[in-house]
């Protein structure tokens, strides 16, 4: 069955620190995607982005990175240097058997403080 | 350009009512799906259309429907509300079907009394 754990519920950090979110997943799937998204307290998901399975190389986009390893069905979101506007809810997400049908993990709430 | 929108923005309902959601994909995006995010959970998959065709639906009983209009526009219904029922409910559209992010709206929110 596929399936995304988000083993952490609430991460606290104050502004400033690294903080990393993880993502394990489970999928039948020889290829597939993998995606984040951020919730803010406005309730609406934003598209961070789209991981192919072929693709392991690590990917940084301005404070964000994220790190993919097949091998442990992992797909870690790091956040360097927080700041208070991260504060918000971030789910790992994977498509259900191929299709356009996400499945979502349970949610990471990351609260930065000042 | 302008992101995908639903109304009405909260809807407050009681037992057995029905109610209607609306969204409107991004421009040129001919797929949208309908997924349910119950407090503290993450968003479960309802339904998705695509070119105007039922091309999947999630694990929810048939008090549940939708459909997609020529605009692309789609509607959510849901009959006989329960209690269990209320929750945010997320609209997304994509270009294409398979692999192509979703973009999602800000949501509904729904109470049911």
């Known amino acids: 069955a596929q399936k995304v754990t988000q083993a952490q519920t609430e991460i606290s950090v104050v502004e400033k620190e690294d903080v990393t979110l993880d993502c394990v997943y489970e999928t039948r799937d020889t290829t597939y995607y993998l995606f984040w998204y951020k919730q803010p307290p406005s309730g609406e998901l934003v598209f961070l982005i789209r991981r192919n399975s072929f693709d392991e190389q690590n990917e940084i986009s301005g404070r964000y990175s994220w790190n993919f390893q097949k091998s442990t069905s992992s797909f870690n979101f790091t956040i360097t240097a927080s700041q208070v506007v991260d504060s918000a809810v971030y789910f790992c997400?994977?498509?259900?058997?191929?299709?356009?049908?996400?499945?979502f993990g349970s949610g990471t709430r990351l609260l930065v403080r000042p | 350009d302008a992101g995908v929108t639903q109304s009405p923005t909260h809807l407050i309902k009681t037992r057995g009512q029905h109610v209607t959601l609306r969204c409107s994909p991004i421009?040129?995006?001919?797929?949208v799906s309908w997924y349910q995010q119950v407090l503290g959970q993450g968003p479960q998959f309802i339904f998705q259309?695509?070119?105007?065709?039922?091309?999947g639906r999630g694990n929810f009983p048939d008090r549940f429907s939708a459909r997609q209009f020529p605009n692309y526009s789609s509607e959510l219904n849901v009959n006989a509300l329960l209690l269990g029922d209320s929750a945010l409910y997320l609209c997304?559209?994509?270009?294409?079907?398979?692999?192509?992010?979703?973009?999602f709206g800000p949501g509904t929110r729904l109470t049911v009394l």
């Open positions: 259309y695509y070119e105007k065709e039922e091309r």
């Open positions: 997304a559209s994509s270009f294409g079907l398979v692999y192509n992010e979703q973009f």
């Open positions: 997400a994977l498509p259900m058997d191929s299709s356009y049908k996400l499945i």
């Open positions: 421009s040129g995006h001919k797929s």
